[in-house]
């Protein structure tokens, strides 16, 4: 069974600071993506990561996929309130399915 | 708006009840995705349903099923309900039957809650 990690599992910031969450698995997954999810709603879909290596950026998030394709880094710059969420991470099993993090809870203070 | 309709957004229910929660997805996608999501599990996949016909089965219970209709919606059905079913139950659609290059998109879930 293919299981992610991810950590932290809670963080509080100050509005300002930069951080960086992590998603860690012993598998290797075709690609990976990064969703936020807020109360009352469903998960919204963030980035895809697909190649070893790859790196994207998405205004202040930077995403970053691991060279073996088992791990990613979400890096949020000059952090807002608005950016408090849950954020999940998914991984892509080749096609069947994808398997779900538990999840690193943000909360951003003003 | 992602598009994908859950209804109802809230059911509570007594143990050994049975429950049907719906889905419509997103025009044009023809995958649905059941996901289960509880505080201590995290987003456990249950099922997918491709254009009618089961696709991917996950840690779906005896006690639930599921079946996707010829246009398109979906319908989980949860029977013989215990109190460790109570948990948010979420519909997610794509375009592809394989994951591979096509993204989910969620719905707001239909929270179920089991007294």
């Known amino acids: 069974t293919q299981l992610l990690e991810q950590s932290p599992q809670f963080l509080s910031i100050q509005e300002g600071e930069n951080l960086t969450v992590y998603c860690n698995s012993s598998?290797?997954?075709?690609?990976l993506q990064w969703y936020r999810q807020e109360p009352g709603e469903g998960p919204v879909l963030l980035v895809t990561?697909?190649?070893?290596?790859e790196v994207k950026k998405l205004k202040r998030l930077t995403f970053q996929f691991g060279d073996a394709r088992k791990d990613s880094s979400l890096h949020i710059t000059a952090a807002q309130p608005g950016d408090t969420g849950l954020y999940l991470c998914?991984?892509?099993?080749?096609?069947?399915?994808?398997?779900f993090g538990p999840g690193t809870r943000l909360s951003v203070l003003p | 708006d992602s598009g994908v309709t859950q209804t109802p957004k809230h059911l509570i229910t007594a143990t050994g009840q049975r429950v049907t929660l719906r889905c419509s997805p997103r025009?044009?996608?023809?995958?649905v995705y059941w996901y289960q999501q509880s505080l201590d599990q995290g987003l456990q996949f249950l099922i997918q349903?491709?254009?009618?016909?089961?696709?991917a089965k996950g840690n779906i219970l005896e006690r639930f099923s599921a079946q996707q209709f010829p246009d398109l919606h979906s319908e989980l059905n949860l029977s013989s309900l215990e109190l460790g079913d109570s948990a948010l139950y979420f519909c997610?659609?794509?375009?592809?039957?394989?994951?591979?290059?096509?993204?989910?998109?969620f719905g707001n879930g239909t929270r179920l809650t089991v007294t």
């Open positions: 990561v697909v190649t070893g290596g």
């Open positions: 998914a991984g892509d099993n080749y096609g069947q399915n994808f398997v």
């Open positions: 349903y491709y254009n009618g016909e089961e696709r």
């Open positions: 598998s290797v997954f075709s690609s």
């Open positions: 997610a659609s794509s375009v592809e039957g394989t994951t591979i290059n096509s993204p989910l998109h």
């Open positions: 025009s044009g996608d023809l995958s």
